[in-house]
């Protein structure tokens, strides 16, 4: 079975597949589900405890898997030798940020996880920090009593950003949208499709324009001279930034139907659209 582990590339956290076989979990998080019309929003799964994944790993109590799934108690036995190498302690964190929505509609929780916001390294603070982008959450489903990851890229701030909107025709699992928490106009909103055996981001709306994220080309590349960053895939639109010849930018996405790539300049920039031919790609 897959088995995910959070490394340090280049400074920063990511998870990295491996082959391996999970500890079987009997149970799921039940908890209540409400959302918006369009959609539903994940719960936090009150029934997860960190503090007892902690206990069973140092042999003072019983497995339990409604309160330390078994994928769970993976995670932290995994976290604890990075965090002592690394000259920290590992701490659990209460009450557990982790989430829980059915996916599938067959009435079991699906569990989404990342280490920030569960358990910290004290004395080596910066372990499970991702940086400005944040950590990618995974979910994970229960099937045939082994627990298995299904999404391994969810950039999720908070419950409210994601919603699950109904299958298409012919599936049984919904598409996630992920965007923004709270009230304000969100750029950005990213969907996930279900594959068949895990979810893949596909495309994202930006500003009500479709952008291919699967379809597209990606890297890093310099512009050919000097660039305006347009707020959309039209000549006409607004520029946000002009950019010369010196800034490489970030290939997010190719436009559908519009000769442009949506870009990123830097981590703090905001991100926007140049003509491919501005793009100056081998």
């Given at each position: ?56 790993v ?8 409604a ?20 000259g ?9 940020d ?109 500003h ?12 890093l ?25 010196t ?36």
């Amino acid at each position: 079975m897959p088995r995910h582990v959070l490394e340090r590339r280049d400074g920063r956290l990511s998870w990295r597949g491996s082959l391996t076989s999970l500890v079987p979990a009997l149970a799921a998080a039940s908890v209540a589900l409400a959302g918006p019309e369009s959609g539903v929003v994940p719960k936090r799964a009150e029934n997860i405890d960190i503090s007892r994944c902690f206990d069973i790993v140092a042999g003072k109590s019983e497995r339990d898997a409604a309160r330390c799934p078994a994928f769970l108690l993976e995670l932290v036995e995994q976290a604890e030798p990075s965090c002592r190498e690394a000259g920290g302690t590992l701490k659990p964190m209460s009450p557990a940020d982790v989430w829980a929505i059915d996916v599938n509609g067959d009435g079991k929780q699906e569990l989404s996880f990342e280490y920030a916001g569960n358990v910290a390294c004290e004395g080596a603070w910066s372990l499970f920090d991702c940086g400005s982008l944040g950590c990618p959450k995974l979910l994970y489903e229960e099937h045939a009593g082994t627990w298995r990851v299904i999404a391994s890229d969810i950039y999720a701030d908070s419950m409210e950003s994601v919603v699950l909107l109904p299958p298409a025709a012919g599936q049984r699992y919904g598409t996630l949208r992920v965007g923004c928490g709270g009230d304000a106009v969100c750029p950005e909103y990213w969907f996930h499709t279900w594959t068949g055996t895990t979810y893949q981001r596909q495309w994202v709306e930006v500003h009500g324009f479709r952008v291919s994220f699967a379809d597209s080309v990606h890297g890093l590349y310099p512009l050919a001279g000097q660039t305006a960053l347009l707020a959309a895939p039209e000549a006409k639109a607004t520029v946000i930034e002009r950019y010369d010849a010196t800034t490489e930018v970030e290939i997010i996405g190719t436009a559908e139907n519009a000769d442009y790539y949506y870009v990123s300049p830097c981590n703090a920039c905001e991100s926007g659209f140049v003509r491919k031919a501005a793009v100056a790609i081998p």
